[in-house]
């Protein structure tokens, strides 16, 4: 019995290390993470930076790095902990799915999270002239 009511108390003390590992994060929330637009047009995503309760006072910085040609984000802030998030696709960028990393910087905690931006053409039709 004493075996078993150790590797419970192991466990336990496993348990909250990781449940204190966890504090202190914060995460990037999107109100989605697929966005569709056409070349040449720029589309929205509201992200928000949720905290854990002891993180609350942390000043988190969002950025890009290394974004696919032609594609641009910038983000305009909205409210505490709250952005828009600009996509725009350049009129020559070629129909495809792009990834865009989004990053979320402190003092102590970076986070990243994904957007997918699939970007379509339209091809004008062109006239025989009879």
């Known amino acids: 019995m004493k075996k078993i009511t150790s590797?419970?108390?192991?466990a336990l003390v496993a348990l909250a290390s990781v449940?204190?590992?966890?504090?202190?994060?914060?995460q990037l929330?999107?109100?989605?993470?697929d966005v569709s637009l056409q070349a040449g047009e720029t589309s929205t995503v509201d992200l928000t930076i949720s905290k854990s309760k002891s993180y609350q006072k942390a000043k988190v910085e969002v950025s890009?790095?290394?974004?696919?040609?032609?594609i641009e984000v910038s983000f305009e802030p909205?409210?505490?902990?709250?952005y828009k998030v600009i996509i725009t696709a350049g009129a020559e960028v070629p129909a495809g799915t792009y990834s865009v990393m989004i990053q979320g910087k402190s003092l102590r905690e970076n986070r990243a999270a994904?957007?997918?931006?699939?970007?379509?053409?339209t091809t004008k039709a062109v006239g025989t002239g009879q």
């Open 78 to 82: 909205t409210g505490d902990d709250q």
């Open 7 to 10: 590797i419970f108390v192991v």
């Open 114 to 121: 994904i957007l997918n931006v699939t970007v379509s053409t």
């Open 29 to 33: 929330v999107f109100s989605t993470t």
């Open 64 to 70: 890009t790095n290394k974004l696919p040609q032609g």
């Open 19 to 26: 449940v204190v590992a966890a504090d202190g994060v914060f």
